[in-house]
């Protein structure tokens, strides 16, 4: 039996039950995406505010429609226009808003930690919508939801996942490696010297390079984004070199393609970077899969949270 969370944080957070749990209840929400009203009153007089101190497409919009499907109120701060410009800090705008008496906050800052020291801050639920190179927990639920789909159970014994390319600046290899781990599957990685720690996130091997790693003949290739904004020195010669020798380029694609082998990626994509443009319209290509799953993900951590504003309630 699990004590209910306040906040989600990290995957670490979680243990295996929790995590079927959460996978399962996206599991209802996805079904109710095939039919013409999408939208249920689960949250209805609840508030959701969204602070994202840095740029997203996927993360910000589905969490707005995951609110909205749950009917909840949804309010996002527009950063660049607000007063953090003018120097406030994180812990008074989270004071202002409190007046709003929101009941979640989805956050995402470049800085490590931020989303943990909000949530100690306040009564809302916090979910880190990423932070720095620390975490990005619902990429990695909306990316086992996805698995799960594919493999039809969540027991991923057995299964190979790569995960390739720029592991050093990746929350989104440290949370998606482990919850792939806990739910069963072996992980390794495949990635230049200076993007791959030696520390790495549940001592996952490493390959030398890719004819290694395709040997090993995984079910899953996972494609990181090269980050190139976090990136304050060059870890890799150029652009093209990095396709050259980490990307999925044609010759790579037609041998994942003959295998059957299912293609992975967060998103944003870099085209010519970490794939080729043929991948995109591969039929075990799960990128748009992935993007559709997280807004089912997102619903299902909004209801599966326990704000500690619901118990003021009663
Ligand atoms: N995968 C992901 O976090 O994408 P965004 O940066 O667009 O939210």
């Not at 013409?36 to 959701?48: A, D, E, I, N």
């Not at 004071?95 to 956050?107: E, F, H, S």
């Not at 949370?175 to 069963?184: A, E």
Request: net charge neutral; charged share 25%; proline share 5%.
């Amino acid at each position: 039996m699990s004590e209910p969370h306040k906040d989600l944080l990290q995957i670490e957070d979680l243990n295996k039950d929790e995590i079927e749990s959460i996978l399962a209840a996206a599991q209802p929400f996805k079904e109710l995406f095939k039919r013409s009203v999408k939208k249920v009153p689960t949250l209805q007089g609840k508030t959701v505010l969204s602070l994202f101190y840095e740029p997203s497409t996927r993360t910000s919009s589905s969490f707005e429609v995951a609110a909205n499907r749950l009917s909840a109120d949804f309010t996002s701060l527009a950063v660049a226009s607000s007063s953090v410009v003018k120097g406030e800090t994180v812990l008074d705008t989270v004071d202002t808003l409190g007046a709003m008496r929101a009941d979640y906050i989805v956050i995402r800052h470049k800085k490590a930690g931020i989303p943990n020291l909000v949530a100690e801050h306040t009564d809302a639920s916090v979910i880190n919508a990423g932070d720095g190179f620390h975490a990005h927990p619902t990429q990695a639920l909306l990316d086992a939801s996805t698995l799960y789909d594919v493999f039809g159970k969540l027991d991923f014994s057995g299964k190979k996942i790569l995960i390739v390319g720029d592991i050093l600046h990746s929350r989104v290899a440290r949370s998606t490696s482990r919850i792939m781990t806990m739910l069963g599957a072996e992980v390794r990685v495949l990635g230049p010297g200076t993007l791959v720690p030696p520390g790495r996130p549940d001592k996952m091997k490493k390959f030398k390079n890719y004819e290694e790693a395709m040997d090993w003949k995984p079910d899953v290739v996972y494609l990181l984004r090269v980050q190139f904004e976090r990136q304050g020195e060059q870890f890799f010669p150029s652009s093209g070199e990095y396709h050259s020798v980490y990307g999925l380029n044609e010759e790579r694609f037609n041998k994942i393609k003959d295998e059957g082998v299912w293609v992975m990626h967060p998103g944003p994509v870099n085209r010519g970077v970490e794939l080729a443009d043929s991948v995109t319209t591969y039929d075990r290509c799960l990128i748009n899969r992935q993007v559709e799953n997280g807004i089912a993900t997102r619903m299902a951590v909004l209801y599966w949270l326990k704000p500690q504003t619901f118990q003021q309630d009663g």
